[in-house]
């Protein structure tokens, strides 16, 4: 069973930054490829960052150089460093992981995720 735990959003002005974090088993985080969407109800989801089982990373056009995507095995544990927010990146984030390499371009074929941590930015 994998269980992914979200934490880390909140509200912010555009410019700032929030760091999500997802906790998971050490099976899933040595294991698995895991990364990060974001869903608007009613919408697809939009993948934002991949960290694939061999430490690369892989970013959306949209948030590249402005987030960052790490993992901290110890504590098996997922972050998402988020600088530079705009209020289009405000959305409800969902950590996601999968034992195959699914890249950004296609979250909706992640099987796992989490419940997700709502992000809000303001102008």
């Known amino acids: 069973q ?3 735990m979200e934490s880390g959003g ?3 002005q555009a410019g700032g ?6 906790v998971t088993s050490k099976r899933v985080v040595n294991d698995y490829y895991m990364g990060w969407f974001r869903q608007t109800p009613g919408k ?3 993948g934002v960052a991949l960290f694939d089982i061999y430490g690369n990373h892989e970013y959306a056009d949209s948030v590249k150089g402005r987030f960052t995507i790490s993992k901290d095995n110890a504590k098996n544990t997922l972050y998402l460093q988020m600088n530079s927010l705009k209020p ?3 959305n409800m984030y969902y950590c996601a ?3 195959g390499r699914i890249g950004v371009q296609f979250p909706r074929l992640w099987n796992y ?3 997700g941590t709502q992000v809000t930015v303001s102008s």
């Open 113 to 115: 995720r989490g419940h």
């Open 17 to 22: 930054s929030l760091n999500l974090s997802c």
């Open 10 to 12: 909140g509200s912010v």
């Open 2 to 4: 994998v269980q992914l």
């Open 44 to 46: 697809e989801r939009e």
């Open 97 to 99: 992981a999968d034992r």
């Open 88 to 90: 289009e990146d405000s």
